[in-house]
């Protein structure tokens, strides 16, 4: 309950505090806004995401779930076997979510993706179609989740995205070492503050100033709120946009440090 009340008393906060884009002076941001956010073109590569999650959303094979992050909770009692079709409906990115990951990835390229939570693989595939040139690695610590999520990988063609199965904790900084500079590392799994906190700081150390974090579900908890405020407080962070379900997160130089609320 206190949760649900949390939730409602920041969605009021943020739909006061949002600014319109008559309010947005900074250049980066205004394009980020219009060609990101706003961008309401039809990419052809969203057909085939929303027919697989179709037919996932009809699949109704159990796996094994193994009880990891704090939206397990999101599975009631002690369901230790799930039907992929409940995963997709409460774990998986919505379409609205997955479409903008595409879009911030078509206007950007990163070069180097990590992905933090991988279950289905559908935000992989938004990531992964958005640029198959990049180079897109996914950590998921449920063993069962990581082999669907290849399954869809396979069917979606992709050849450009690497899943690593275990836990955030054992596998992060081995991920981080191996590969280039991240250009975009997208958090989505375990929200709860401390951990959030630790692969974010984690993560900050292998930057470069064109990297891009992004966090899911930034208001979804006080933790999580918590969590948010601590980021964007942060000395080596520049501009902050809160969507209210995700927040992005920048370190451009050249950009003076803001914190935005946007309408999304
Ligand atoms: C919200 S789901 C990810 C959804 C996915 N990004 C998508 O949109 O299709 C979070 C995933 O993170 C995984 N996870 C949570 N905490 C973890 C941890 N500490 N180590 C490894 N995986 C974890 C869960 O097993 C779950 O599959």
Known sequence: MSRQVDIIVGFLKYSLRSQSKYRIHSPFVFDFYKNVLKDTHSYPQYRTINRLRKELENVSRFIKRKDLGARSKDFPGDQR??????????????????????????????????????????SSIYLGLASPESCIVTIEGCIDSANVAQENFDRAGLKNVHIITGNFEDKLAGALDEMPAPDLVFFDGNHKMKPTLAYFEECLQHIHPGTVFVFDDIHWSRGMEEAWKVICRHPKVKVTIDIYQMGFVFFREELSKEDFILRF
Do not use: M
């Open 81 to 122: 076997f799930v039907r992929v079709r409940d995963i997709v409906h409460r774990a998986s990115v919505s379409q609205k979510k997955g479409e903008l990951l595409f879009r911030l990835v078509k206007r950007y390229t990163p070069g180097n993706i990590l992905e933090l939570g991988t279950s289905l693989g559908i």
